[in-house]
C-alpha cells in the first residue's frame, strides 16, 4: 500500500465514524469547552479520556519502541497524525535503540498537537516478582529512574514529557517505594514530566493491585488479550489466568482509582513465530460472539476490537507498515460497532 491508498482508506473510514458522545467515546465534532484535553482528533479515529489525566486519547497508541529503532517506521508518523493518532509511546534507549532520538523531530513539529509518553526499567534487574526489596535498592531504583528520564529528555529532544513509566515492572514492593514516587514528585515539581505511570507483561494482577492501593499511578498499561493476562517471559497467557471478561472487577477498580488503562501484547500470542508469537489466528476465537466473529475484522483486529470494548480504555500496538497501520486504526475506530 502507498501513501495514496493510505489516505484514500482514512476517506472510508472516516465516513463511518461516530459523531456523538457515549461513555468516553468522543468524536471531533464534540465541544471542546469542557476541562479535558483535546490534541489532534480526527473523524477517522475515536477517543477516550485517560484516567484521572483526561486526556482525550485515541484509542490506538502508536508504539513507537521497536517500530522506530532504527528509525524503521518513522515514515509512518506523519500517517498515523493525519488519521487521528494523538498517543505515541515510546522507551528509553537502554531498551529501544534510537527510539526516542528517532521520535525527537516528529514530537518538535507536533508538541501541542500529541502525548508522548516513555518509559525505561529500574534495577535491580534480577528481582523476582515476590521478592521483598530494601531500602537501599529502592533508593537505587528511584536514582536510576531520575537519570532514565533525564537522559530520555535529551534524546527526545525536549524539556518536558507528558507520562513516564515505570518499565515491565513485576515486582509490587517497587510499585509501592515512596522513593520511587518521591522522584516522580521532584521531576513533576521541576516541569519535567506530567503523569506517572507504569508498564507490567508479567505478574500484571498483583501489580496492579498494588498501583491501586497507593493511589499515586495515572497511567498503566498492562499485557492483556481477550483470554487474559499475557506472560512476556514465557510469551504464553498467564498460567490459571482468568479470562479479560473475568478480570472486569479489577479493571473497573483501576479505573475508579483514576488509573487509565492502556492494553498491550493483546495480539503477541498470534504473532509470526520470529516475532516472538505462536502464530495462533484462532487462540481468541472462543470468547468471541457471533457479531464479532461475522464481521469483516481480521483476527488482529478482532482482538484489538475486543480489548477495547471490554474494560481498555486505549491499546498500544506496534505498527511497521501501512497495512498494520491501517488495519489498526479502522479496529480502534469502529470496534464499539460489533459490540452491544
Not at 482525550?56 to 493525519?82: I, Q, W, Y
Not at 498503566?220 to 490459571?240: F, R, V
Not at 482509582?257 to 493483546?266: D, E, F, S
Request: proline share 4%.
Amino acid at each position: 500500500m502507498n501513501r495514496r491508498e493510505f489516505n484514500k482508506s482514512l476517506v472510508t473510514v472516516a465516513v463511518g465514524a461516530p459523531f456523538f458522545i457515549s461513555g468516553g467515546l468522543v468524536s471531533k465534532t464534540s465541544t471542546k469547552h469542557d476541562k479535558l484535553d483535546h490534541r489532534n482528533e480526527q473523524p477517522s479515529m475515536t477517543y477516550w479520556k485517560l484516567g484521572r489525566t483526561n486526556f482525550m486519547s485515541s484509542r490506538l497508541v502508536f508504539g513507537c519502541g521497536a517500530a522506530l529503532a532504527g528509525g524503521k517506521a518513522v515514515r509512518l508518523l506523519d500517517l498515523a497524525f493525519e488519521a487521528g493518532i494523538n498517543h505515541y509511546d515510546v522507551g528509553s534507549d537502554i531498551v529501544y535503540k534510537g527510539s526516542e532520538r528517532s521520535l525527537s523531530p516528529f514530537l518538535k513539529a507536533n508538541r501541542g498537537n500529541i502525548w508522548v509518553a516513555s518509559k525505561a526499567p529500574l534495577p535491580p534487574h534480577n528481582i523476582k516478582p515476590e521478592d521483598q526489596v530494601t531500602l537501599e535498592q529502592t533508593k537505587a531504583a528511584a536514582n536510576s529512574w531520575t537519570k532514565s528520564l533525564n537522559q530520555s529528555l535529551k534524546d527526545l529532544q525536549t524539556e518536558y514529557v507528558d507520562a513516564y513509566y515505570l518499565m515491565a515492572v513485576s515486582n509490587p514492593a517497587l510499585i509501592g517505594s515512596e522513593e520511587i514516587y518521591k522522584a516522580f514528585l521532584d521531576a513533576k515539581t521541576a516541569g519535567k514530566v506530567g503523569y506517572f505511570g507504569l508498564s507490567t507483561h508479567k505478574n500484571a494482577k498483583k501489580v496492579l493491585e498494588a498501583a491501586i492501593k497507593t493511589g499515586w499511578y495515572d497511567l498503566a498499561m498492562i499485557g492483556i488479550t481477550p483470554a487474559g493476562w499475557y506472560d512476556w517471559t514465557t510469551k504464553e497467557i498467564e498460567k490459571d489466568a482468568p479470562s479479560l471478561i473475568a478480570t472486569q472487577a479489577l479493571l473497573k477498580q483501576a479505573r475508579d482509582a483514576g488509573i487509565g488503562l492502556i492494553g498491550m501484547k493483546a495480539v503477541r500470542l498470534m504473532a509470526p513465530m520470529q516475532a516472538g508469537g505462536k502464530e495462533d489466528v484462532s487462540a481468541f476465537d472462543k470468547f468471541y460472539d457471533k457479531k464479532l466473529l461475522e464481521s469483516p475484522l481480521n483476527p488482529f483486529q478482532s482482538a484489538y476490537a475486543y480489548v477495547l470494548e471490554n474494560g481498555l480504555d486505549v491499546v498500544n500496538a506496534d505498527m511497521q507498515n501501512f497495512t498494520h497501520l491501517e488495519e489498526n486504526i479502522v479496529a480502534a475506530a469502529t470496534s464499539h460497532t460489533y459490540f452491544g
